[in-house]
C-alpha cells in the first residue's frame, strides 16, 4: 500500500524559535485557576481548567505518543475536540507562532497561548463545557516512532487516540475533531478510519491530496512549500519521512502517493467544512473533499478572508459551537436548518457579500457558460470565431504571456468552477508548463486585488507584490503541465477535469492536441463596464503561495502556441449566475 516507497530522514529536536512555555516534559495533572494568564500578551482563562500534561497513550503498534489535555472542572462528562498536526502541543507560545500572528495582523491576545497552533482555544471551549486535547503525534517531540506526512498511518494513529479519549472516565464518548490546515487535513483521514466514538469534524481549510495540492500541483515538481513544511515541522528525536525525496523519486502517481489520498467514501461523519477562494495552497482541496466525502449531513462555508482571521473570529467561533452543540452534546438547536452552503462573493473593491445561501455550490441558478479565446481581437466571446487565428508567446521573452478580455455589459456575478479548454502545440519543445489566472479588472483596466489579512502595512505590500499569495488575492490561478494531460474519467467532470499524473504524453512537433485545466473556485461579482482579463502564460503569475518560500520555474523553451476558433477552438468556461 506504499509504506514499502517511503523516504525516511532523521528528524531534529525542536528548535527554540518553536519551543513554548508547556514544551518541557512534565507529566502530572494540575488546575489552572480562572484569571490565568500563561503570558502577559495572552488571554487568561474565563474559568477554572483541569490541565493533564504529558499523559501517554499507546497505539495499536505499541508506539506511544503523548497528549495534552484541558477539560473543565467538575464530575459531569464532557466531550472533547481533538487538534491533530505535527506542530509541538506546547507551541501556541512559540516566537514563531506569535509572529504568524503578527504577519497576518492578529492580535495574540485574542487566544490564550494554550491553543495548538491552529487549533481550538482550550480557553474558550472549556468555558463552553468541552475538553481539548492536543497531542504530539508520532515521532514528534517526546512521542515514539518515526513520523509522517498527511497519509493513512495518521488515520490509524488518530483513530486509536479518539477510541482512548472516548474511553476516560471524564469523557462523555463523544469526540469531533476542529483546526486549519496540517489540522483540516488530518481529520480527512481520520474520518475515513470510522472510529466509532468520532462524532463531528471541522476541517478548516486543507490540502486532500498530497501529489496534486503539496508537492505536484498539475503535474509540476512545485515543492517549495513542502520543504517549509517538512523542515520546519516534524520535530523529534527519531526520523521523519522525506517527502522531497519521495517527489523526485516517485514523480508519477503510484500506491505511495494514493496513500496519502483519504478515502472519502468511508467518510460518513457530520462535517461543517471552511474553505475559501484565496488560499492558493487548501482552496482546490478543501473544495474537494467537500464534493468528494459520503456524509449526509454536510455544510460548507466559504469566507472571503485568511483561515487564521476566519477561524478564531468570535461569530464564527460561536458558529462553529452550534454545530458541536448538536453532535457532540446532542442539543436540539437547530443547527440543521443552516442552510447546507453559504458562500461569499467577492467584488475586491469593499463590497464583499458574505453568507449567501444556497443548497449546493455551485449555487442551482449558476450555469457553465463557455467563452471563446478569440487570437484576432484577443477578446473572450460567448460564439465561436469561425476562423481559427493561433498566437503565441516565446518563452522568457517579455511577454511571455497572451490575455483575453470580456467586459461584461450587465452586472454578473461567477459562482463556482472555472476550466480552461485549449489546444495548444509546442515549438522547439516537447512539453509545456501552462500557468492561467482570471483577474478581475475595473472599468478602466486597471486590475483589482484584496488583501485577505488585517496586515495591510508596507511589509505586506512587499511581501505580497509577487507571492504570498495567502495574503493577498489576486484572482483564480490554475496550471498543467501538458504532457500529464491524461484526463480521469471516472473523476473528471463537465465542471472539474481531473488528471491521472500516471504517464508522460510528450509532444511531437507541429502536434496540437487539447488541454483541460482546473482553475480555483471561484465567487466573483462585476458591475457592468468591468472587465474580466484570462491570461495564459508560461510562468508562474503569482509566485509563491508564502513569504520565504523557494518559487516554482517552469520546465519550459521555445514558443507556446494557442489555437484559437475555428476547428480548433479554445474556451475558458465560467460560472455564471443567471439575473
Not at 360 to 370: I, M, N, V, Y
Request: hydrophobic share 35%; net charge negative; aromatic share 10%.
Amino acid at each position: 500500500m506504499g509504506d514499502d516507497q517511503q523516504v525516511f530522514m532523521p528528524s531534529q529536536p525542536l528548535p527554540a524559535a518553536r519551543t513554548g512555555v508547556l514544551t518541557k516534559f512534565d507529566p502530572g495533572t494540575r488546575t489552572l485557576e480562572a484569571g490565568f494568564r500563561i503570558a502577559p500578551q495572552f488571554r487568561s482563562l474565563p474559568v477554572d481548567v483541569v490541565f493533564e500534561k504529558d499523559v501517554p497513550v499507546r497505539l495499536r503498534d505499541g508506539v506511544t505518543v503523548h497528549v495534552d489535555i484541558f477539560r473543565p472542572v467538575g464530575t459531569e462528562p464532557v466531550p472533547v475536540i481533538v487538534a491533530w498536526s505535527p506542530y509541538g502541543k506546547g507551541q501556541g507560545t512559540s516566537p514563531s507562532v506569535m509572529g504568524v500572528f503578527g504577519l497576518v495582523g492578529l492580535d495574540n491576545g485574542i487566544v490564550s497561548g494554550l491553543e495548538k497552533f491552529e487549533g481550538p482555544d482550550p480557553a474558550y471551549w472549556c468555558a463552553q463545557g468541552y475538553a481539548i486535547c492536543n497531542p504530539d503525534v508520532r515521532g514528534v517531540v517526546d512521542s515514539d516512532g518515526d513520523s509522517v506526512l498527511w497519509d493513512r498511518q495518521e488515520g490509524r494513529d488518530c483513530h486509536d487516540l479518539v477510541e482512548w479519549l472516548a474511553g476516560q472516565g471524564w469523557c462523555s464518548g463523544k469526540v469531533g475533531m476542529s483546526g486549519t490546515s496540517y489540522l483540516a487535513v488530518s481529520q480527512w483521514f481520520t474520518a475515513a478510519e470510522q472510529p466509532p466514538h468520532l462524532a463531528a469534524i471541522n476541517p478548516w481549510e486543507g490540502v486532500s491530496d498530497v501529489y496534486r495540492d503539496l508537492v505536484m500541483r498539475g503535474g509540476m515538481p512545485d515543492t517549495g512549500f513542502a520543504r517549509q513544511l517538512q523542515e520546519g515541522s516534524f520535530f523529534g528525536g527519531n526520523r521523519k519521512e522525506d517527502v522531497l525525496a519521495e517527489a523526485e523519486r516517485y514523480p508519477l502517481v503510484n500506491d505511495l502517493w494514493e496513500n496519502k489520498v483519504p478515502d472519502f467514501g468511508r467518510i460518513t461523519v457530520p462535517a461543517y467544512v471552511v474553505a475559501s477562494y484565496s488560499n492558493t495552497l487548501h482552496t482546490a482541496g478543501t473544495f474537494r473533499a467537500w464534493r468528494r466525502i459520503a456524509s449526509e449531513e454536510k455544510w460548507l462555508r466559504v469566507h472571503n478572508s485568511q483561515e487564521w482571521p476566519d477561524y478564531y473570529d468570535e461569530a464564527n467561533v460561536d458558529d462553529l459551537r452550534r454545530f458541536f452543540d448538536r453532535y457532540l452534546k446532542d442539543e436540539d438547536n437547530g443547527w440543521e436548518r443552516t442552510p447546507r452552503v453559504r458562500y461569499s462573493v467577492l467584488d475586491l473593491q469593499g463590497g464583499d457579500r458574505v453568507g449567501v445561501a444556497a443548497d449546493r455550490f455551485p449555487p442551482a441558478e449558476a450555469t457553465s457558460t463557455k467563452y471563446y479565446l478569440d487570437g484576432r481581437s484577443r477578446t473572450l466571446t460567448t460564439t465561436a470565431p469561425a476562423d481559427g487565428t493561433a498566437v503565441a508567446y516565446t518563452v522568457d521573452a517579455n511577454p511571455d504571456a497572451v490575455s483575453f478580455l470580456v467586459r461584461f455589459d450587465r452586472d454578473t456575478e461567477l459562482v463556482g468552477y472555472p476550466k480552461a479548454h485549449l489546444r495548444v502545440e509546442a515549438r522547439g519543445s516537447d512539453d509545456m508548463d501552462l500557468f492561467v489566472l482570471l483577474q478581475k479588472l475595473d472599468a478602466r483596466g486597471t486590475p483589482l486585488q484584496a488583501f485577505t489579512v488585517p496586515n495591510q502595512s508596507a511589509i505586506a505590500h512587499d511581501l505580497t507584490d509577487h507571492g504570498a499569495t495567502i495574503l493577498r488575492y489576486k484572482g483564480s490561478d490554475g496550471r498543467l503541465r501538458v504532457s500529464a494531460r491524461h484526463l480521469d474519467e471516472a473523476l473528471s467532470t463537465d465542471d472539474v477535469p481531473a488528471h491521472t499524473f500516471d504517464r508522460v504524453e510528450r509532444l511531437s512537433a507541429g502536434e496540437v492536441v487539447d488541454v483541460e485545466i482546473d482553475l480555483l473556485p471561484i465567487g466573483l461579482a462585476f458591475t457592468a463596464g468591468q472587465q474580466l482579463r484570462f491570461v495564459v502564460s508560461s510562468r508562474n503569475l503569482l509566485g509563491a503561495l508564502m513569504p520565504g518560500i523557494r518559487e516554482y520555474t517552469g520546465a519550459n523553451s521555445g514558443q507556446h502556441v494557442i489555437h484559437t476558433g475555428g476547428e480548433r477552438a479554445s474556451y475558458l468556461q465560467l460560472p455564471v449566475l443567471a439575473q
